[in-house]
């Protein structure tokens, strides 16, 4: 299991008494469904629905074979929302990401063939793999949601999300994302290899027959709807917060780029993606405000990617998770 997103009061209620009984019901039943597919990853469900709640995109890192593809797949069949999946190569090039316009001889016009970019969730497989011309296609797919061709702007569907992967492992023949595009994802979700009893659990399932190119026959179905899921997100909108937790999230934030290790800290943009992510597990917890131990929760996916090391800190071993914890150990927490 990923340790991204943790509750500090016990394990996310699947039903809620107050407000919004029925979307945060139909939620925690897409985790639940996912479960059927994805064995042990219950935390990394959680952070992509978190994405979700706050309309924000996801950077994944994991060596292969982790289920990266499979957790994306088995939560758009649970969410009733279409997915594809692009495999990101040295040699693609943005009009095969964004579609293009292609003439046709019948008509002897040009018409705009949409390419994969138009669905619900994009996995971008290896992204860091493709130079960086074709990385920036994305830009405007992930912060305006629409794509221009030929000046003219094309919204994408809604929800939409970008889930990009990257191997941590290797790096030859790779081009880095620039921090303005790694500050454009909200959370990033590190998948460790599984523990024994994971790995024991999931080889059962698949000696049991489990074909994970087949979610139907695992009995993944769908069990919320993009309505629900919208539903949820006004719901999250209504979460309160106190002032003197605003005051703790940019205190957070600004005490990262005070930190002697580190080039660049967390930007406006990351303060504002904090509270974001903190609101949507508050909701997720039960709760119509926001806590500092919100904040710490998810602190970790939220800023993690945001954070620069200096070159000598690296070579002396430090981690932007080390800088985190540095962080919200220090920054006092209001009471």
Known sequence: MTDDVTDPNGPIPTTKS?????????????????????????SAVTTLLIALLCRGHVLVEGVPGVAKTLLVRA????????????????DLMPGDVTGSLVYD????????REGPVFTNLMLADEINRTPPKTQASLLEAMEERQVSVDGAPRPLPEPFAVIATQ????????????????????????????????????????AAG???RDLAAA???????????ERARGEVAAVSVDPAVLGYVVDVCSA???????ALGVSPRGTTALLATARAWAWMCGRTFVTPDDVKALAHPTLRHRIQLRPEAELEGVTTSAVLDTVLNAVPVPR
């Open 75 to 90: 939560l758009a069949s649970s969410l009733e929302l279409s997915t594809t999946r692009i495999q990101f190569t040295p």
């Open 256 to 262: 990262t780029r005070q930190s002697p290790s580190v």
């Open 18 to 42: 107050d407000v919004g009984a029925d979307a945060h019901a139909a939620l925690a039943r897409v985790r639940g469904e996912v479960g059927k597919a994805v064995v042990g990853n219950d």
């Open 105 to 112: 001889t019948r008509s002897a016009e040009f018409s705009f």
């Open 167 to 206: 191997n941590p492992v290797e790096h030859e023949g790779t081009y880095p994302l620039p921090e303005a595009q790694l500050d454009r994802f909200l959370l990033k979700i590190v998948l460790p290899l599984p523990s024994r009893e994971v790995e024991v659990e999931m080889l059962g399932r698949h």
């Open 210 to 212: 489990f074909d994970p």
């Open 219 to 229: 009995g993944v179905r769908a069990v919320a709807t993009p309505a629900d899921l």
